[in-house]
Nanobody
Framework: QVQLVESGGGLVQAGGSLKLSCATS????????MGWFRQAPGKEREFVAVISRSGASTFYANSVKGRFTISRVNAENTVYLQMNSLKPEETAVYYC???????????????WGQGTQVTVSS
């Protein structure tokens, strides 16, 4: 079992930045591919970014490419999401998730955090 706890959400003005953290416990963190997803009210959960087990490889949704950066520190069992130039339409609950395989779809992830609210004001 893996427990995931997100933090770092909050209220930010459009164009601002936030850095989300996801602390994990349980089985070996470095065994998991880690992803970030978000879900806005009334919308489906959408993929944001994913990082490989070593951190050497990353992949982003087109909508966030160049503005968001996913990273991880395996020694600290933590994955991060640096978000810059935020837009009001990116207001959502942001979730981190863990998978034992390379995964882009939410259904392919095995463990989820409880989410952290990000609100971007215009």
């Amino acid at each position: 079992q893996v427990q995931l706890v997100e933090s770092g959400g909050g209220l930010v003005q459009a164009g601002g930045s936030l850095k989300l953290s996801c602390a994990t416990s349980g089985r070996t963190f470095s065994s998991y591919v880690m992803g970030w997803f978000r879900q806005a009210p009334g919308k489906e959960r959408e993929f944001v970014a994913v990082i490989s087990r070593s951190g050497a490889s990353t992949f982003y949704a087109n909508s966030v490419k160049g503005r968001f950066t996913i990273s991880r520190v395996n020694a600290e069992n933590t994955v991060y999401l640096q978000m810059n130039s935020l837009k009001p339409e990116e207001t959502a609950v942001y979730y981190c998730a863990a998978s034992l395989r390379v995964a882009l779809l939410a259904d392919e992830y095995d463990y989820w955090g409880q989410g952290t609210q990000v609100t971007v004001s215009s």
